[in-house]
Structure formats: structure tokens, C-alpha cells
């Protein structure tokens, strides 16, 4: 699978052999709204680009990490915890690895706290329904969702993130990942076997029977009457993408 295959190269990163460092204190300061060396600094895009590039070289396999596990599951939010357990399922590695309290602050919860700041991820209040108490939970900012899955797509079938890469591959790149997305989405009647031209076609335009489709997350096989996946959460219409 392209996903575990992400993974599986990022482990080294990870554990035990190399310790991903911590991002300068100014850039904390900056995200976090408290001025450095007692001055304001204008967040313009150049100095939110660097703050960003700064940010995802902090710990950039934990970020290419989190952004798949949060956007595998756009409409599931998870707490910080949550993310936690499931980096160290993904890797495979020792328990508390990322949720034991000092290691989650500075492996997880800080990190969750940048991306939120810079508008990567987004923060969502929830309750317990036990006790009653409010705590942060994460989620893709809806708007970029498509962008990281085909970023984080390209990435795991050995593609290359660089700021100066060529742009014309990069969007050959991300036109052969949507095409393929395309391939495996296309709606098929059951009853009379026709295929739909369209790719949010609901019913089958020759016998108006309910259309089904595989996930191409989870290869379940659902109603097109979805626009998400009931099994897994992922996207199914992908008609913005084909256009």
C-alpha cells in the first residue's frame, strides 16, 4: 500500500537512529503572537513562507506523518493523544515513544500547535461526555486537504518536495495521481454494467439504478449516493480534481 509504503521510509527518521530538532525559539515566538528581541515582525507571505518551511523542517517526518493520518480521516478529528497512539502504530514503535507526557509535548503537541497557527491544520473544541471537560482536537483545514493528499500521494511513490522543483513536473506529477484517483472512482451500474462518463454521476443514466463505486482509500464498495467513504471517511467525489 502507498500509505504504509510512506511510512516505511520515514521510520528511519523516527526511530532510534536520528532525533529531529527542535524549531528556533523566534519562530515559535512568531506563531505563538509574542514578539522577538522586543519588536513586532509583519507576517507578510515571504516571512510566512520561511516561518512555514521552518516549521516542516522541525520535524518533518512527524508532519508528513500527521498530515496523512489526518487526511486519510478528513471528517474524523482526533486529539493529540490519539495522533500520538497512532504514530506509534504506523512506525512501530515502543509505546510511549509519542504519548508519553515529555516526549508528546515535544514530539506531538508542540508541532500540532504550529501547524494550527499556520493554517495547515485546524483546531476543534471538543467535550467529554464523561466529565464534562474541553480539550483541542485536529483536523486538515478543509481548503487544503485536496493539495496535502496529492502532495503526501506524490511523495509516497517517490516524487520530490522542493520549493525550486520544476513546476510544468510538478503538476504532471499531480495530473497522473488525479488521473489515477480517477481510474479507480469511476461509477459502474451493477445491473446493466454500464460505466458513467461523469464522476459524480449518483444513478446509472441508461436503467436510473443507485450507482456504486470502490473507495480508494479503503477499496470498500459503497453507494454513489455518497460524498464520503460510510467505511473510512474519505473523499469520493473528485469531480473538482478531473476538471
Not at 511513490?157 to 522542493?162: A, D, E, Q, V
Request: net charge positive; proline share 5%; with cysteine.
Amino acid at each position: 500500500m502507498v500509505s504504509e509504503s510512506l511510512f516505511q521510509s520515514l521510520s528511519p527518521f523516527v526511530w532510534p537512529k536520528y532525533r529531529e530538532e527542535g524549531p528556533p525559539e523566534f519562530v515559535q515566538a512568531l506563531l505563538l503572537g509574542r514578539t522577538f528581541l522586543g519588536e513586532d515582525m509583519a507576517l507578510n507571505a515571504v516571512a510566512k513562507t520561511v516561518l512555514e518551511l521552518t516549521t516542516i523542517g522541525y520535524r518533518p517526518a512527524t508532519t508528513f506523518a500527521v498530515l496523512r493520518i489526518l487526511s486519510e480521516s478528513p471528517k474524523i478529528v482526533l486529539h493529540g493523544m490519539q495522533i500520538g497512539r497512532e504514530l506509534e502504530k504506523r512506525f512501530d514503535v515502543q509505546e510511549g515513544w509519542f504519548t508519553r507526557t515529555r516526549y508528546y509535548t515535544d514530539r506531538v503537541g508542540k508541532l500540532l500547535t504550529l501547524l494550527t497557527r499556520l493554517d495547515i491544520i485546524q483546531e476543534v473544541v471538543r467535550k467529554d461526555p464523561k466529565g464534562g471537560r474541553s480539550f483541542p482536537a485536529y483536523q486538515m483545514q478543509p481548503s487544503l486537504l485536496e493539495p496535502v493528499k496529492v502532495r503526501i500521494e506524490d511523495l509516497s511513490r517517490g516524487g520530490r518536495i522542493s520549493l525550486f522543483s520544476n513546476g510544468a513536473q510538478i503538476q504532471n506529477e499531480s495530473h497522473a495521481i488525479a488521473q489515477d484517483s480517477l481510474r479507480v472512482s469511476l461509477r459502474e451500474c451493477l445491473n446493466c454494467k454500464t460505466v458513467m462518463n461523469s464522476v459524480s454521476a449518483r444513478y446509472c443514466e441508461r436503467c436510473g439504478k443507485p450507482l456504486k463505486l470502490d473507495c480508494p482509500s479503503c477499496k470498500s464498495r459503497v453507494d454513489a449516493i455518497y460524498d464520503f467513504c460510510p467505511m473510512c471517511g474519505n473523499r469520493l467525489l473528485i469531480a473538482e480534481i478531473a476538471g
